[in-house]
């Protein structure tokens, strides 16, 4: 199963790898907040995970590293 | 199991400052993967602009250099014709490049200097707050075009990549986008491309990536990526305008 994994500290919450992924696997996490004072993205559906690393094209922050 | 993605080594670990879903990121990844790949981060020098990407000196792990306010192609000619075995580029906004910096890239362009330039354009001056810019659309509303950017009173959005391609000079004019995956993925061919030229010998290169400013813009960054595709690419469309080797498409 491929492995998602964020630098949740330097994560700003903008969403846009949430919207790039084509399974609907990621959420913005509304019960958390970081280091940097944002909601991080987490995973939510590990299982329907791709590793397509779409995601991690988006993030602006590079905050992503997707194996599998 | 295999490593799919993970940041490049031409990028440092330094935190960025730009604002969530800035595009400027994905930029800065593209030009530090195109380094990696090219095995040229040891020996490339990039000049970093005044503009939101004033700070990107901190962000490649490469030689910096900060230049003036629009001077970053007279500053990579300097550089790149004292020590041409090193790979000279710049990162540059529109506020930079293709305001107070237009008169350097033109002649830059026309000179066919042996850099590689990166124009960032966003369609607003973001670091000062969110002023019209030379690229700013018709009608669109700005800080200082509150009823929209009047075309009769401050004149038409000037297209870098388009007027640049009519000069004899340059080897490579490219126009990208970083709006979905695509189109970020075409970015990076772009970027690899216009580092290559430099390689071989070839000159001038320019990739313009049209990008987005979510805060100044007013909008999510989500929102600001479609923006990009319903209003700028129409006016800015993407494609290769010149290309002296393989013939624009």
Redo the contacts between chains.
Sequence with gaps: M??VTFKTD?C?????CV??CPKGCLTIAQDKINQKG?SPAQMLHEDKCI?C??C???????I????? | ????????KS?TDA??H?????????I??LVAEALDELGIEGKAIGVAPVGCAVMAYDYFACDMIEAAHGRAPAVATGIKRCRPENIVFTYQGDGDLASIGMAETVHSAARNENITVIFVNNAIYGMTGGQMAPTSLPGQVTQTSPYGRDVKHCGWPIRVSEMLATLEGPEYIARVAVN??KN??AAKKAIKKAFQNQIDGKGFSLVEVVSAC?TNWGM???QA?EWVESDMLPYYPIGVYKDRTEGAK
């Design positions: 491929p492995k330097l700003k919450g903008c969403g846009l919207h790039a944002y590793g690393a779409f991690a094209t988006m993030c602006p922050d590079c992503i590293t997707v194996e599998k | 199991m295999k490593t799919v993605f993970q940041k490049p990028l935190p960025l730009y604002c969530p879903g800035c595009p400027h990121g994905i800065h990844r979905n995956v970020v993925n979510p999510t960054p989500q990526l």
